[in-house]
């Protein structure tokens, strides 16, 4: 038995092969123009699709699960399981923006300024909800690319997909509103979730991918401290239950170690040394089972 699973194609194809790398699954092209990916894993069949088709053909069960985005599974208003949220995206570990955008010289300053006026996106529907909420009459058209360059000349306002806004200014355009804010979500078709194969697979995989997205931000830090100080250096360390404590060889020393937030070891390594650990060593985790 396999279990068919699609992935993304294009912005976010990169970024997930190198997901499923860091969760044991090496993934392989045999060309660019490949659609059908090997995958070390025989249980394993993949497609690669636009993310935008995904959450269609996991409804119709022509594949068993996939990764998209919640952006795309409103668009498309699927009926799908939602097995697991994966935050990611193609330039970082965050979420992504659908964002109401303008010209920088344009008048508009509030999603209400753009009543009777002509937007553009790809999100047709999500656009057309979010006007409506406003009680908001405009005219939503589907852009096929290049959504920045066709304001002002072709439309008053885009809604476009942005994670950092560099595109936009690039553009000389202007964020008035956000529309959406959307993540990367692991989803199954509801009768493959019903399967106990099936759904162990699913359950498999899931785990082993948001533990290589929760690593992405944590580290593992070890240290030797002298007993008498143990306590000044415990007091100092977070951790996701308990440090681990060690004797040494030496009885008047010990070995210390737990996670941390990456961001954090900048500062708490001075702090650990004052406080009087030694050998201090950082390292990179590769999983961090939840």
């Given at each position: 038995?396999?279990?068919?699973?699609?992935?993304?194609?294009?912005?976010?194809?990169?970024?997930?092969?190198?997901?499923?790398?860091?969760?044991?699954?090496?993934?392989?092209?045999?060309?660019?123009?490949?659609?059908?990916?090997?995958?070390?894993?025989?249980?394993?069949?993949?497609?690669?699709?636009?993310?935008?088709?995904?959450?269609?053909?996991?409804?119709?069960?022509?594949?068993?699960?996939?990764?998209?985005?919640?952006?795309?599974?409103?668009?498309?208003?699927?009926?799908?399981?939602?097995?697991?949220?994966?935050?990611?995206?193609?330039?970082?570990?965050?979420?992504?923006?659908?964002v109401l955008a303008v010209p920088n010289d344009s008048p508009y300053k509030t999603a209400a300024?753009?009543?009777?006026?002509?937007?553009?996106?790809?999100?047709?529907?999500?656009?057309?909800?979010?006007?409506?909420?406003?009680?908001?009459?405009?005219?939503?058209?589907?852009?096929?690319?290049?959504?920045?360059?066709?304001a002002p000349t072709l439309v008053d306002a885009i809604v476009e997909i942005t994670e950092t806004g560099s595109s936009l200014r690039a553009?000389?355009?202007?964020?008035?509103?956000?529309?959406?804010?959307?993540?990367?979500?692991?989803?199954?078709?509801?009768?493959?979730?019903?399967?106990?194969?099936?759904?162990?697979?699913?359950?498999?995989?899931?785990?082993?991918?948001?533990?290589?997205?929760?690593?992405?931000?944590?580290?593992?830090?070890?240290?030797?401290?002298?007993?008498?100080?143990?306590?000044?250096?415990?007091?100092?360390?977070?951790?996701?239950?308990?440090?681990?404590?060690?004797?040494?060889?030496?009885?008047?020393?010990?070995?210390?170690?737990?996670?941390?937030?990456?961001?954090?070891?900048?500062?708490?390594?001075?702090?650990?040394?004052?406080?009087?650990?030694?050998?201090?060593?950082?390292?990179?985790?590769?999983?961090?089972?939840?």
């Amino acid at each position: 038995m396999k279990l068919k699973l699609a992935i993304p194609k294009g912005s976010l194809q990169d970024t997930t092969f190198a997901l499923f790398a860091k969760a044991g699954f090496e993934i392989t092209l045999s060309s660019s123009r490949s659609y059908f990916p090997y995958i070390n894993d025989s249980e394993i069949e993949l497609i690669l699709l636009r993310a935008q088709e995904i959450g269609r053909y996991v409804t119709e069960g022509i594949v068993d699960a996939g990764i998209t985005g919640r952006d795309w599974l409103i668009e498309t208003d699927c009926a799908v399981e939602e097995i697991a949220e994966l935050i990611y995206a193609k330039q970082g570990m965050r979420p992504v923006r659908w964002v109401l955008a303008v010209p920088n010289d344009s008048p508009y300053k509030t999603a209400a300024d753009l009543n009777g006026k002509r937007i553009a996106t790809e999100v047709v529907n999500i656009s057309k909800k979010y006007f409506a909420s406003k009680n908001v009459s405009v005219d939503v058209e589907y852009s096929w690319g290049a959504t920045e360059v066709k304001a002002p000349t072709l439309v008053d306002a885009i809604v476009e997909i942005t994670e950092t806004g560099s595109s936009l200014r690039a553009n000389n355009l202007r964020i008035i509103d956000t529309v959406l804010e959307s993540t990367t979500r692991f989803i199954a078709n509801k009768k493959s979730a019903a399967d106990a194969w099936k759904r162990s697979k699913i359950e498999q995989i899931s785990l082993l991918l948001r533990s290589a997205l929760l690593a992405e931000s944590k580290v593992g830090i070890k240290m030797n401290v002298q007993r008498d100080k143990l306590d000044a250096v415990v007091k100092l360390l977070p951790s996701l239950t308990n440090p681990t404590v060690s004797p040494l060889v030496d009885g008047r020393w010990c070995a210390v170690e737990t996670i941390i937030d990456e961001q954090m070891v900048r500062t708490l390594i001075q702090t650990l040394k004052a406080a009087g650990a030694e050998g201090i060593v950082e390292y990179p985790l590769n999983k961090v089972v939840p």
